[in-house]
Antibody, heavy 119, light 109 residues
Framework: QITLKESGPTLVKPTQTLTLTCTFSGFSLSTSGLGVGWIRQPPGKALEWLALIYWDDDKRYSPSLKSRLTITKDTSKNQVVLTMTNMDPVDTATYYC???????????WGQGILVTVSS | QTVVTQEPSLTVSPGGTVTLTCASSTGAVASGSYPNWFQQKPGQAPRALIYSTSNKHSWTPARFSGSLLGGKAALTLSGVQPEDEAEYYCLLYFGSGWVFGGGTKLTVL
């Protein structure tokens, strides 16, 4: 059974760096073809893909946010970490992590974590 | 910046059939864009429905089907049920990454 759960601060101040952790079970990120991605959703708005890391440490970022994002993995801890620098109130959103296989994309999702950016 | 466009809203009667579409600002959507479809109900995380244009997950009801239609990705619901009322998002691959559509709010009325 694959599960994912996001954790991190729910409130950050403008200009601060956000660090979110996705802790998962039911699969290993050392398995060929697998990956974990991050997606966010501002309140009442659409989903936005942010970043994706693969089993072989290949990393992909949204072109519009690439300069602010870093994704890393800790295979031994079954965790993927996303950092986003220079947070702004427009970055207020629910942040999701999701499982990726070689076929289906984002077949399993975490419950999401609402991050509010406010002073 | 690549934009993926979906109908903002659609209404369908119970038992009816409806097709949602997903268009790309770069041109026709092809299988190489690996269209994915997700369903999201209020307060819930998205649920995957379709991947790689037309493949269903093990939990995807048979009434959902995916295809390419007139240069767009399409999601067709046949025999719509009240519980299908939700927001639906498509996701396309563009080489530099993935882009979600703006979502279609499907009302069953």
């Amino acid at each position: 059974q694959i599960t994912l759960k996001e954790s991190g601060p729910t409130l950050v101040k403008p200009t601060q760096t956000l660090t979110l952790t996705c802790t998962f079970s039911g699969f290993s990120l050392s398995t060929s073809g697998l990956g974990v991605g991050w997606i966010r959703q501002p309140p009442g708005k659409a989903l936005e893909w942010l970043a994706l890391i693969y089993w072989d440490d290949d990393k992909r970022y949204s072109p519009s946010l690439k300069s602010r994002l870093t994704i890393t993995k800790d295979t031994s801890k079954n965790q993927v970490v996303l950092t986003m620098t220079n947070m702004d109130p427009v970055d207020t959103a629910t942040y999701y992590c999701a499982h990726r296989t070689s076929g289906p994309l984002f077949d399993y999702w975490g419950q999401g974590i609402l991050v509010t950016v406010s002073s | 910046q690549t934009v993926v466009t979906q109908e903002p809203s659609l209404t369908v009667s119970p038992g009816g059939t409806v097709t949602l579409t997903c268009a790309s600002s770069t041109g026709a959507v092809a299988s190489g864009s690996y269209p994915n479809w997700f369903q999201q109900k209020p307060g819930q995380a998205p649920r995957a429905l379709i991947y790689s244009t037309s493949n269903k997950h093990s939990w995807t009801p048979a009434r959902f089907s995916g295809s390419l239609l007139g240069g767009k990705a399409a999601l067709t619901l046949s025999g719509v049920q009240p519980e299908d009322e939700a927001e639906y998002y498509c996701l396309l691959y563009f080489g530099s990454g993935w882009v979600f559509g703006g979502g279609t709010k499907l009302t069953v009325l």
